[in-house]
RNA sequence: GGCCCCAUCGUCUAGAGGCCUAGGACGCCAGCCUUUCAAGCUGGUAGCACGGGUUCGAAUCCCGUUGGGGCCA
């Protein structure tokens, strides 16, 4: 069997990281076995469509790296796959419906359908359509919905791929609208349509769907086309449990974009939310995730969408780039800093402490704070206790002894020899001459360089600096020492 | 409320009757390392919701209860 699998988002907003979680199964499923990836956009519901929705979701599938072989901007041989452009395909197999005694005309209003929603809710009965057309006749020209004439007794049952069978009873189901009355179709209906047409082969959707899978069951049989392969996974929670909505947070993927998570991490995370390889394995590639993937190995109970772990693996994933890789990616986030724009050759300066600032950066907005300060060219801005440190504090005088050593010791390096090693030596050296523990000296020379407390390892930063900057901060920062009224 | 789904450490999970005195990862705690911050290393903390069965044997199968969630209202 080919694998056929859709991925059908309404353009409503921003997309969301449940949404592209199934996305992500959808594409698993497809490239894994060979089959074809298809994203329909489901555009029935005109009231709530949103201008550009459909790019943005789009640009998220892109982002994370899911390729698409039939989709709107791109031609298929199913096309169109805008749910709105095809209109004709719905009321076809509404009216073939309504021939074959599978569906009927119903003019109810909404008067009469609120009045038995409230008889029905003060009888207490079942809520639902009571049927009042179903026996009528009603003019194709008056306004009218269409429905689903379901049975009345029996069971229906949905053959659930994870789940096994599920079974409903018939008379708790109402007949459902198909077709509105501005004679566009309800999901029921155009998915069904859509999905045999484009011969998917699995339906690959979220639990809340489960409800109402037996409609679509009784549908595909009234319509006498095979069913697909039902596949209902669980939905991710949010901290309190309850579905995952923007209550908890960021959830469209470009809120995680654009904090700075890695698509790759994302990807990861997502991927172990209701599925896992084996027993150990956490950190895959796209690839490694393709090569394991099948649907035997999705979860049936929901996961909550956890961000510490996210943020963790989104660190592992920064620790583990190639250096320059590392550099382009953090690069924008410098020139937002800074507010100029860097050429490569003046990025690739910070290759040698690229490394270590990657096993500080969490998240790549970061990585402006560990670099920033190799591009300044005026004074650093620091308040003039932070050079003293802890072992300094209120000692200015002393602090300003221990950077004028540090000049002296400096100055003498020779050009070509501003290494990291020769620093090391010299500066480890010169705390010892002095007595003290090398933490108290770096101190005061970490701040005068950086102008913060918390930066890249000292060695490295010096060379990146370069001799002459080095010296200059120090200078100034001796300086702001020999007259302390800041 | 009705129907449906689910139930292993705080979280994500492994486990498809004996391999389980339940394994891994994140978090958390302690120690080591250490120039700040990290990273790394070592150790530790913590779980099969409960009650009945079935079986020589149950985290694993069945029933019930409880809890959570989804859908409909």
Known sequence: MTVRVRYGPSPTGEPHVGNIRTALFDWLLARRFGGQFIVRI???DQSRAVEGAEQLILDALSWLGLDWDEGPDCHGSF?????????PLYRAAAERLIADGHAYRCDCTSERLNALRKSQQQAKQPPGYDRYCRERQVSEAQPHVVRLAMPRDGDTIVHDYLRGDVTFQNELLD???????DGFPTYHLASIVDDHHMQISHVIRGEEWLSSAPRHVRTYAALGWPE???????????????KLSKRHGATSIREYAAQGFLPEALLNFLALLGWSKDETTTIMSRDEILAAFDLDGLGLSSAMFDIERLREMNARYIRDLEPLDFLQRGKPYLERR?????ADADLERLVLIAPAIQERVKLMPEFADYTDFFYRDGPLDYP????MGRAYRNKPWAALEAVEATLQALRQVKADDWTVASLELALRDLANQRGEKPGALFTPIRVATTGKRVAPPLFETLVTLGQARTLERLNAAAERLARPDD
Request: glycine share 4%; hydrophobic share 35%; no cysteine.
């Open 228 to 242: 697909p392969i039902w596949v209902h996974i669980p939905i991710i929670r949010g901290p309190d449990k309850g």
């Open 384 to 387: 003039n206790a932070e050079l």
């Open 175 to 181: 007949d459902h609208v198909l077709l509105k009355r």
């Open 79 to 87: 096309a169109p796959y805008r749910q709105s452009e095809r209109l």
């Open 42 to 44: 489901e555009d029935t």
């Open 338 to 342: 800074i507010e100029r724009t860097l």
